[in-house]
């Protein structure tokens, strides 16, 4: 097993336990209050490339190390999906209240968003990982935002490698439109929500069939390979 492997193993345990976790949470909620606000559950380890290049801009040595660790939190990266803005409280405060992972930073880019109109809510977190050798604490990044903000995020991600981070001007401002745009449409949605839920738990009636229907995508091939590891300050 090369360094590298070494250094990133417990990251990967600490991602499929989360993503179990989190997707646990997920059912508990439908089961119980049959709207669940966690809509689907992403997750990924930081590509080795990817690493490079944060190390490089944060002036950092390129190798496995305690400093690297502690320097980029996001190695360990999970999404959670929501289906509107309300949700995302819901599921902060929960992950707070769990005792099976710390919180150890939080920042709101919902109520305070980018000047680029980025937003999204990040929580950085503190999971024990159980190894042969013993405990080993691994920093993970949580990212939760709804299916409108991950559209504009996605979008903007793939633009931002074309431009390497310099956007023409013309470029720039519909990208700020677009993000307006989305957060109109998250606010809309939230007016309507009892009506949405309500048509939601008919169809789902209606079909014999869990309302949960986004379990497909993620289950069923769509899954990690959807999330794209935005880099974020």
């Excluded at 119980?32 to 490079?52: A, C, D, L, N, Q």
């Excluded at 944060?58 to 502690?70: N, Q, R, V, Y």
């Excluded at 050798?133 to 990212?143: N, R, S, T, V």
């Amino acid at each position: 097993m090369g360094q590298w492997e070494r250094f990133l193993e417990p990251y990967k345990q600490a991602v499929d336990e989360l993503k179990i976790k989190l997707k646990g949470m997920r059912n508990q909620f439908a089961r119980e209050i049959e709207h669940s606000p966690i809509e689907f559950v992403t997750g990924r380890v930081k590509p080795i490339p990817s690493i490079y290049d944060k190390s490089l801009e944060k002036g950092i040595p390129f190798e496995p190390s305690e400093a690297l660790a502690k320097e980029l939190p996001d190695i360990a990266g999970l999404r959670i999906m929501c289906q509107f803005v309300d949700d995302i409280g819901t599921v902060v405060e929960n992950i707070r209240l769990r005792n099976d992972m710390r919180v150890v930073e939080e920042r709101d880019y919902i109520s305070k968003n980018k000047p680029s109109g980025y937003r999204s809510y990040h929580m950085i977190i503190e999971y024990p990982v159980q190894t042969i050798h013993g405990e080993i604490g691994i920093l993970a990044e949580i990212q939760i935002r709804t299916l409108a903000m991950n559209f504009w995020a996605s979008i903007e991600h793939s633009l931002n490698y074309k431009y390497k981070g310099v956007f023409p001007k013309e470029i720039k401002a519909r990208l700020q439109r677009a993000a307006e745009a989305a957060f109109s449409l998250d606010e809309e949605m939230s007016k309507i929500r009892d009506e949405i839920q309500e048509a939601q738990r008919y169809f789902s009636e209606y079909r014999g069939e869990p309302r949960d229907d986004m379990r497909k995508t993620e289950e069923g091939g769509g899954g990690d390979e959807i999330f794209n590891p935005v880099e974020r300050g």
